[in-house]
Structures are given as C-alpha cells and as structure tokens.
C-alpha cells in the first residue's frame, strides 16, 4: 500500500524558513518522480515543485531562487527547503506521486506564515 506522509509545517514570521519532509512506503522509492503541490484557502491546488527519478527539479516561478526540492533514496524521502518565506506561501503542503497512473496524495502539512 502506498502511503505519503507529510512534516515539517508549522507558523514561521515572513522571511523565515521552514523544510518539509515528505517519506514514502513506496517499493521502489528511487524510480518515482515527486512532487510537491500546495492550496491556500478558496485557491487551487498548486504544483509548487518537481524532482524526477534522475533527480532533475523544476520550480514554479513564484518560489524560484527561495525553495528548493531534494530526495533522499536511502530514507525514501522527498524534502522542501523553504527559505525567505512570504505570507502568500501560507497554504497546506501536500507530496504527491504516480505510480502505474494513479495519483497518490499525502495528507498535508499547514505552513502559515505570519507576523
């Protein structure tokens, strides 16, 4: 069974930093992509980033040069360090990845940030 499990969020003041953790009971961990989505309140959910099985990353514009997506294989986890932080990057976090087409979600983690 596949199961994502998300960590890591929390209240941070704006231009603080926050990493996410995202470990995975996946079987073959290291073949998957991942990706990290997020959803404020009324608002779509987001990708936000992407690291493939090679460990290329792709970032959306609005985080670029402030967030960055790493995974380690050996702990079978995706992480998100979030740096310089801004209150529109309040939302709940969420790691996803497809496995033979379907679309695994973890629960989500809450990063509010706020003065």
């Known amino acids: 069974q596949v199961q994502l499990v998300e960590s890591g969020g929390g209240l941070v003041q704006p231009g603080g930093s926050l990493r996410l953790s995202c470990a995975a009971s996946?079987?073959?961990?290291?073949?998957?992509?991942f990706n990290w989505y997020r959803q404020a309140p009324g608002k779509e959910r987001d990708r936000v980033a992407i690291i493939t099985r090679y460990g290329a990353t792709n970032l959306a514009d609005s985080v670029k040069g402030r967030f960055t997506i790493s995974r380690n294989n050996a702990k079978n986890t995706v992480y998100l360090e979030m740096n310089s932080l801004k209150p529109e990057d309040t939302a709940v976090y969420y790691c996803?990845?497809?496995?033979?087409?379907?679309?695994?979600w973890g629960q989500g983690t809450q990063v509010t940030v706020s003065s």
């Open positions: 996803q990845t497809v496995i033979n087409g379907v679309a695994y």
């Open positions: 996946i079987s073959a961990f290291s073949y998957n992509a």
